[in-house]
């Protein structure tokens, strides 16, 4: 315990506490204490704070931590990709998707699906969303104890259990009102503590101009920003671009179909202000990319000592704590935890309350109780909130994978759920069969290119090798050192579902008639005409 910094812990705990009262005035909004008001805050958000609260979802501890890491370890193309990717989403959900979603009055992302493929098949597309939510909520309170334990002293368990009690009690008392009000402190503190930081860092490797030019110097694919096929001698091989295109593809547009992004669109007031917050919050979450992107700059040309060096070089994604803690003053390494805290916990409340309002309305409500009261709606959003802080937490204190289980889940999320959502929304005639086929080929397809980080898999469809001589170089080209598969494939699996569910839904449309989409509440109880009575 001697090596506990007590006056940052002092802080950290001030800052939870502030927290805890912004959540609890926060859930004094909550009106008639229905489920309305806490999944979709009573669809009564103004602009200003849908669109703070949709930033700080976005903006988690990942995005700062991963930014400063890529610059650090690889170059500019790898550390701004997860910040101008994801803020792209937004603004193409914010396009194409918010304005029809928000008009139809749904309550979460799961609602287009049951109205287009039918409550049953919907409980099954819920199925990867809940686990993408879950499985990231553990991911973020990994990422923020090795932070803790770097400026603070504190151990793993003691960052992980303080951050999900707090976050989890203000979550499960005002639901989205507290969520969003949080997420707007929480997201002050971010620019606040990387702005702070700055500073200092940049002094310690000779100012911005130095910094920069030094760090373009060091390789020659520090400087890439979005890698193309002429790129190649400056350290982007093809097969390296196509990856990084495959994953900037999955950031894009697998960052649509996420609930924690539709509850916030179905919050607003009306479709217009649904739209106006996506792309305000998108060009935010672009913008944040600069402080932690600079931050990892100058990590990446300072001189270390060996012993850092080390630790870095086993653990890159110390950077930021590690810049932090040894190139700037304590209480200014105290503001950069702050903002990572704030980037962590304002993704976790969104996360856990995203993930219960599916299971609340759509299995709970939709599914086994269709007669359920406003108390006992009140009951179960309030329990699963719960229930799901505590299985994120158990997660992230024994998962030694969880980064790499979300970046999987996320896959899933990309390659099942997009293609889905697209056509639920925009073909008047997908169906019941189209979604199931295009459902099971894009997972066929997906797990064929392995994943054996997570679940021990090895590719069962060789895809380079199947590819041999359509593809440039050898197929061992298209396999980086670890072995992971290069090809695309994830965005060749979302794809084929893409074009297989309005193939076949219009193959099968004789016995299997596509229905109109419309709210939920106004679909008739008995099953859809291909789907099997209960």
């Known amino acids: ?298 990590a990446a040309v300072y001189p270390w000592d060996s012993t850092i060096q080390g630790e870095l070089a086993a653990q890159p994604d110390l950077t930021l704590p590690m810049l932090l803690r040894h190139l700037t003053p304590y209480f200014i390494a105290v503001l950069g935890l702050a903002a990572i805290v704030g980037a962590v916990t304002s993704s976790f409340s969104a996360s856990i309350l995203s993930a219960g309002s599916m299971f609340s309305w759509n299995v709970y409500r939709r599914l086994l109780v269709p007669q359920a009261s406003v108390g006992q709606m009140r009951f179960v959003i309030r329990t699963t909130i719960v229930l799901l802080g505590i299985g994120a937490t158990a997660l992230a204190l024994h998962g030694s994978r969880v980064q790499e289980l979300w970046f999987f889940t996320s896959d899933l999320v990309y390659v099942l759920l997009f293609p889905q959502l697209v056509m639920a929304l925009f073909d008047p005639r997908a169906n019941l069969a189209g979604s199931v086929v295009a459902f099971t080929v894009s997972l066929v397809l997906r797990l064929g290119g392995g994943e054996p980080l997570v679940l021990g898999l090895p590719a069962f469809i060789p895809y380079p090798e199947l590819l041999q001589g359509l593809l440039p170089g050898s197929p061992a080209d298209w396999y980086d050192k670890e072995g992971n598969m290069l090809f695309p494939f994830k965005t060749m699996a979302a794809a084929a579902g893409v074009l297989l569910l309005p193939l076949v839904s219009r193959l099968t449309a004789r016995w299997c008639p596509p229905l109109p989409l419309r709210n939920v509440e106004q679909l008739p109880p008995e099953p859809l005409p291909c789907e099997a009575p209960g």
């Open 1 to 298: 315990m001697d090596g506990i910094h007590w006056g940052g812990v002092a802080a950290v705990v001030g800052m939870y506490a502030a927290f805890l009262i912004v959540g609890w005035l926060a859930a004094r909004k909550v009106r008639e204490d229905t489920a309305s008001e806490l999944i979709v805050a009573g669809r009564n958000m103004p602009l200003w704070i849908a669109t703070l609260t949709m930033t700080a979802t976005w903006v988690d501890g990942g995005y700062l931590l991963g930014t400063a890491q890529g610059a650090y370890a690889e170059g500019i193309a790898v550390a701004v990709q997860g910040g101008l990717f994801f803020g792209i989403s937004l603004i193409l959900g914010g396009l194409f998707f918010a304005r029809k979603m928000r008009a139809l009055e749904f309550t979460t992302l799961i609602d287009p699906f049951e109205a287009r493929y039918g409550k049953r098949w919907a409980a099954v597309l819920f199925l990867p969303a809940m686990f993408g939510e879950v499985i990231w909520s553990g991911a973020l309170l990994v990422a923020i104890a090795a932070t803790f334990k770097i400026i603070l002293g504190l151990d793993r368990t003691e960052a992980i259990l303080l951050s999900a009690l707090v976050v989890t009690f203000y979550t499960m008392v005002g639901g989205m009102w507290s969520v969003a009000y949080t997420d707007t402190f929480q997201l002050a503190l971010i620019p606040i503590g990387m702005v702070a930081a700055l500073p200092f860092a940049l002094e310690a490797v000779g100012g911005l101009g130095p910094c920069v030019d030094a760090y373009l110097q060091s390789r020659p694919s520090a400087g890439v920003i979005v890698p193309l096929p002429g790129d190649q001698a400056r350290g982007w091989p093809l097969p390296r671009t196509f990856g990084w295109w495959d994953m900037s593809f999955m950031l894009m547009l697998g960052g649509i179909p996420w609930n924690c992004y539709f509850q916030r669109v179905l919050s607003c007031q009306t479709p217009g202000k649904a739209v106006g917050h996506s792309l305000l919050a998108g060009f935010l979450t672009i913008a944040l990319t600069v402080p932690p992107l600079l931050l990892g700059m100058a």
